[in-house]
């Protein structure tokens, strides 16, 4: 493991390229319709309760890392994008999108209620055991 020196957050590759600091969640949210308000905070409280995780949010973007980010978030007027790294292909209608890197498949989803939360909550518990593998 190695430590950045300037900002102290942990990454498994020595001099990993990053932008220091984990930034504050406050300002991804501020602005925002209480729904995506909603919608964040049960994606940010899920994954809290999973284990050590680190959140770091930057403008609009949210990611959620282990040893390696598992779940990142784009905040958006009317929803919450979120890409969800896995180790396995799931076919569903949820998902917009899905990309296979030969690593992991992200899938990405479009989530706009706590309904639709709960459809990928599952898979997002699975990415965080894939990033631990």
Known sequence: ????????????????????????????????????????????????????VETVARDRYVLFRSSRIFVDLSVMKDAVRVAIHLGREIDSPIFIKIVDDGKQVTHVAKVGTLNELRKIEPLIKEAYEFSLS
């Open 1 to 52: 493991m190695w430590r950045c020196p300037k900002c102290d957050r942990e990454f498994t590759r020595k001099n990993q390229r990053h932008a220091c600091g984990t930034g504050n969640r406050e300002d991804v949210i501020r602005g925002r319709p209480e729904s995506v308000v909603e919608v964040y905070g049960a994606i940010e409280k899920l994954v809290n309760q999973l284990g050590k």
